[in-house]
């Protein structure tokens, strides 16, 4: 399955976005997914995971309640609301399609890697 990412951009501080991951090749709609990004210079840290259902989804503490995971299956998507965005914030993010049909946190879970989206939050 290829992933695309896309919806990153530049953004003040206190923004939002909507980043959005598509599948083609094949569904996802079987299997979780996940959003990880990572700033230059750290390592890829998870962000944000929803189950293949859509019923459970995980956050990183530091984007709980800013950010909004949710996933449409007839469209095969998985969207990543991120509002009240800050400096911080500024990493590529990447989704992934997990191995499973739960949601994961750690980066062995997934095995199909999109290529990433660059979002920069001004201060």
């Known amino acids: 399955v290829q992933l695309q990412a896309s919806g990153g951009g530049l953004v003040q501080a206190g923004g939002s976005l909507r980043l959005s991951c598509a599948a083609s090749?094949?569904?996802?709609?079987?299997?979780?997914v996940g959003w990880f990004r990572q700033a230059p210079g750290k390592e890829r840290e998870f962000v944000a995971a929803?189950?293949?259902?859509?019923?459970?989804?995980y956050y990183a503490d530091s984007v709980k309640g800013r950010f909004t995971i949710s996933r449409d299956s007839a469209k095969n998507t998985v969207s990543l609301q991120m509002n009240g965005l800050k400096p911080d914030d500024t990493a590529i993010y990447y989704c992934?399609?997990?191995?499973?049909?739960?949601?994961?946190?750690?980066?062995?879970?997934?095995?199909?890697w999109g290529q990433g989206t660059q979002v920069t939050v001004s201060s």
């Open positions: 992934a399609s997990a191995r499973s049909s739960q949601a994961a946190t750690i980066r062995w879970a997934y095995h199909y």
């Open positions: 090749g094949q569904t996802f709609n079987t299997y979780g």
């Open positions: 929803i189950d293949w259902r859509g019923s459970t989804a």
